[in-house]
């Protein structure tokens, strides 16, 4: 079966045979906005979302995670690598998956990173395709992120009265099959699926004044620009937005001694290129000193440098850091000001 449908007044018959498969993670309201939480009670789960405030990189990549707890006399660590137990993130959207892909890019190169690949092996992935924006801070139509674009187990599409599936994994099949309430999608559900699709092409425009290719040159030609003083300025260097953004991923690593000073625990923690000592090292150089280098370092680790790397750009168009930016800094506008810049 390559596609199902599942009627939505039997969605929540749906979650509850999730929450008993596995751990199950999804968006719920808090207050004005959203987060994603462990399913507790159905009812709260809240399909009807923008971006939730963090994104699911928090249960795939915690924010502060124990590495080992160690003695120095005699020398002995605890185990490195903890087993992770299976889980799903449910009605992830096509950018936070995009967001998933990147930091797969990133933590299976070499040296592997254990931790996040043992999480990303438990991981099942359920996806809501958005069909509207979430708000005017996305910009996930430039990136090519506003569909599905693989990455995810399953990949929901609302078609009003029920959702279409994709099966896109053995183990998301698994899900969707024995329940007498999901059944294979006929030749309607996918024309309708279309039809979808269609309207959404009426809705989605890139939000970008030029396609990728031409703001990768842009960036190609911009270390010196003046507008990197102009972000600069504004920044307060809060760090929010590279902790709320998907593809964000610098840590530190720290040892936490006890009084003794012979047991400790090492840790790390999530770390951001916005803070001052970020890029200072032995002898108190710093490479990054203010705040339009740290900026404009931002930016080309989404534009430029990624690309030259890995071939993919590190921006999924989530619209994250915009909407939390104190400092009212907004991704788009700075990318399309790069692109007037360099037309001249
Ligand atoms: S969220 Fe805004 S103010 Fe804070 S570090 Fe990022 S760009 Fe600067
Ligand atoms: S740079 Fe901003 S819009 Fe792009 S992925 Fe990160 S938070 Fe989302």
Known sequence: ???AVIK???L???LEHLKKKARLYAPRKKENLFIFRPVKDISEVCLDYIPTILPPKK???PQKEKLFRFKINPFKTSKAIPKFEDYILFGVHTCDIAGIQCMDVVFR????DPNYLNRKDKMIIIGLECLKYCDEYANCTSMGNHIPRGGYDLMMVDLGKAFIIHINSEK???LVTGLNYIKEAKEEDMLALERVREEKKKIFKEEFNAPLQKVYEAFDKSFNSPLWQEVGKKCV???NCTAVCPTCYCFDVLDEMELSLNEGLRYRIWNSCQMDDFAKVAGGEDFRKGREARQRHRYYRKFKYPVDKFNRYFCTGCGRCTRTCMAGINLVETVNLLLKEAEK
């Open 59 to 61: 249960y795939y990549y």
């Open 109 to 112: 190169e070499n040296p592997e």
């Open 237 to 239: 260097a809060c760090g």
């Open 1 to 3: 079966m390559k596609y």
């Open 8 to 10: 939505k007044e039997d």
């Open 172 to 174: 998301g099949e698994k």
């Open 12 to 14: 929540n018959k749906w």
